[in-house]
């Protein structure tokens, strides 16, 4: 992994908005971290979490946009195995141990508009629960680590 930054410089603000796991796959080309396992996704994220912190300064600050991923496509909520979902909280804990301080957790709503009358229909009846919204996890560097 190279960083793409010239002379040596080290980032102000990383923005991090990589390819979610799993449920966009089809939107990504094939071999990226959506293809994963989950243990290889994750151990991904703790790969690049430990590089940005490596190359930040004190003011250094990252902000991580993603959407839990959980067990839930055409099932009910009930039904759902937990360890396989990936959630922000999980997210949260890869930061941590990884030497970043999280300092804001910001949701970010998606339009209602892209749920139609007949998925919400079928989400009643299936008793799925449905997602709105995203994550922007910001953090800072932790050097007491």
Request: aromatic share 14%; proline share 6%; glycine share 4%.
């Amino acid at each position: 992994m190279s960083w793409p930054i010239k002379d040596g410089k080290k980032p102000d603000l990383i923005f991090f908005d990589p390819p979610y796991y799993k449920k966009m796959a089809a939107h990504y080309t094939t071999g990226s971290i959506s293809d994963m396992s989950r243990s290889q996704y994750l151990n991904f994220f703790k790969m690049v979490f430990r590089f940005f912190r490596e190359q930040s300064t004190p003011t250094t600050r990252m902000a991580f946009l993603n959407a839990d991923y959980r067990d839930f496509q055409g099932i009910p909520a009930l039904d759902e195995d937990p360890d396989k979902a990936i959630l922000m909280s999980t997210y949260v804990k890869l930061l941590e141990t990884s030497g970043w301080k999280i300092t804001h957790l910001l949701d970010c709503p998606l339009s209602t508009e892209r749920f139609t009358g007949n998925m919400v229909h079928q989400m009643h009846k299936k008793r799925t629960l449905g997602v709105v919204r995203r994550t922007l996890i910001i953090g800072s560097v932790n050097f007491k680590v």
